[in-house]
T-cell receptor, first 115, second 113 residues
Framework: AQSVAQPEDQVNVAEGNPLTVKCTYSVSGNPYLFWYVQYPNRGLQFLLKYITGDNLVKGSYGFEAEFNKSQTSFHLKKPSALVSDSALYFCAVRDEGTGRRALTFGSGTRLQVQP | DTGVSQNPRHKITKRGQNVTFRCDPISEHNRLYWYRQTLGQGPEFLTYFQNEAQLEKSRLLSDRFSAERPKGSFSTLEIQRTEQGDSAMYLC???????????FGPGTRLLVL
């Protein structure tokens, strides 16, 4: 079975400081990993993904994430946070080995960037 | 706008009524997905279509739920005999064959009274 854990319900950071939102996963095969952001009463917006290749993945709005196979992690990072980054962030995984297309999402981490 | 669209955006119904939601995927996206999201939780997978074929169904999709994609374009999700526990945001996503990325619509928020 595939699963995702986002250990922090909320992350608080001051504007201009670096931010990290944590994600760990569990799959039996190779992971396909995703980050999405959700603003209030809106659907999910795709930020970035890791399928294969470089462990450091760059995405939209200056976000990046690092795939770490030994630690089964895929943490989301940004060098300098903006107030407008305040939102709900979801990590998701698909186990490439199962052939199933369903994504399994974490419970989400609320990012609060203070001015 | 060429994103995924969902209608209606909001639906309030009484327990026991049937409701139907529609999803129009991004043009030429062969794959279509339905998820359900309750407050404070991440989306949970319901079902997946490739073209008109329904290839995956979650155990969450009880026999009161049915989804169709008759011509491989838009999809409908019907809930029969709604229960208060069905209150949630219903999200639709689509993706093309050549990429893993699922693009989500704005969702339909259902409230069952």
């Amino acid at each position: 079975a595939q699963s995702v854990a986002q250990p922090e319900d909320q992350v608080n950071v001051a504007e201009g400081n670096p931010l990290t939102v944590k994600c760990t996963y569990s799959v039996s095969g190779n992971p396909y990993l995703f980050w999405y952001v959700q603003y209030p009463n809106r659907g999910l917006q795709f930020l970035l993904k890791y399928i294969t290749g470089d462990n450091l993945v760059k995405g939209s709005y200056g976000f990046e994430a690092e795939f770490n196979k030994s630690q089964t992690s895929f943490h989301l990072k940004k060098p300098s946070a903006l107030v407008s980054d305040s939102a709900l962030y979801f990590c998701a995984v698909r186990d490439e080995g199962t052939g199933r297309r369903a994504l399994t999402f974490g419970s989400g981490t609320r990012l609060q960037v203070q001015p | 706008d060429t994103g995924v669209s969902q209608n209606p955006r909001h639906k309030i119904t009484k327990r026991g009524q049937n409701v139907t939601f529609r999803c129009d995927p991004i043009s030429e996206h062969n794959r279509l997905y339905w998820y359900r999201q309750t407050l404070g939780q991440g989306p949970e997978f319901l079902t997946y279509f490739q073209n008109e074929a329904q290839l995956e169904k979650s155990r969450l999709l009880s026999d009161r739920f049915s989804a169709e994609r008759p011509k491989g374009s838009f999809s409908t999700l019907e809930i029969q005999r709604t229960e208060q526990g069905d209150s949630a945001m219903y999200l639709c996503a689509s993706s093309p064959d050549e990429t893993e990325t699922q693009y989500f619509g704005p969702g339909t928020r259902l409230l069952v009274l």
